[in-house]
């Protein structure tokens, strides 16, 4: 059965198949494939970018992983990737260590900056895509997805075990959608979720605790900056700041309500792109943004800044250029 991606969140990275992953008696015999060259990979749904070292990757649908040593201004497909599934969240820990996750719960990894990648997991079993992936260093990781998937490696990920996170204040078992895991200036951890929850960890992900935002929707986007602000944003445009790392949170007026997709800082700026061709520019000391709209309306799906902090934009439509 054709998988859907469901909503808005299509152009944020969640690849769910809601309705058939009980149900279809096909999904256990489910072969993951390679991905395969494609005669317009620019053009194909891009839906997390990384820097490693110089170069930037970016992944997307069908397995796709796209490298550019220009900063954006060509881009080539990478030599392996052993899934054509829909790839949602990138990461490297060196310019050499990179992971990729999505659809099936697939981990992927590579060794020399994008350009083979080898298989470290899947789950064909059920649907449960992961979203976002993040490593400290080349050996310790987490994985993050669908009903409060969380997965640790100590080994570069050669093995995963699942981390079993406590239940949500009031109750209830911990199924909130995990939509992207980063970390603070400190190395506190944190992985902005559903409900206008954060969840946090200052211990190297031995424990974790949820922090309330405020808000009451969807988070999609977390990034951290060296003045030690830490941002979370998404669904309607939602924006809060913790600048004492988790402890409390405030709204930050976003100035729109096209949902947030990315997050990245660089020195004192922070950036951010969205649907409706949304792009976000200011100090990440202000109380309020005034964003601007591209005028194609794209749907942003990541920001990668370049060696001179430019941003360089993907969508649900590929490689973004200039408008």
Known sequence: MRK??????????????????????????????????????????????????????????????????????????????????????VYFADDSHGWAVGQWGVIVATEDGGETWKLQRSDTSTDQPLFSVYFSDPLHGWAV????????????????TTVKLPPPPGGGKADRNLLCIFAGKDGTLFVAAEQGFVLRSKDNGASWEYRRTGGKGSLWAGTAAEDGAVFVGGLLGHLYVSRDDGDTWSTVESGTTSSITDLVTAGDTLFGVGLDGLLIAGKTNAQRYAPKHREDREALTAVVLSRTHAPVLFSKDGVVTSN
Not at 21 to 28: E, L, S
Not at 147 to 158: E, I, N, P, Q, V
């Open 145 to 160: 997805g669908l009903w409060s998937l969380m997965l640790k490696t100590d080994d570069g990920g050669a093995h995963w």
């Open 4 to 89: 859907k991606l469901i909503g808005i969140a299509a152009c944020l990275c969640i690849s769910l198949c809601a309705a058939a992953q009980a149900d279809d008696p096909t999904a256990a015999a489910l072969q993951i494939t390679p991905a395969h060259d494609w005669n317009n990979p620019t053009h194909l749904m891009l839906l997390a970018a990384a820097r490693s070292g110089s170069r930037m990757v970016a992944v997307g649908e069908h397995g796709i992983v796209l490298l550019s040593d220009d900063d954006g201004k060509t881009y080539r497909q990478a030599r392996s990737v052993p899934v054509s599934s829909t790839l949602t969240g």
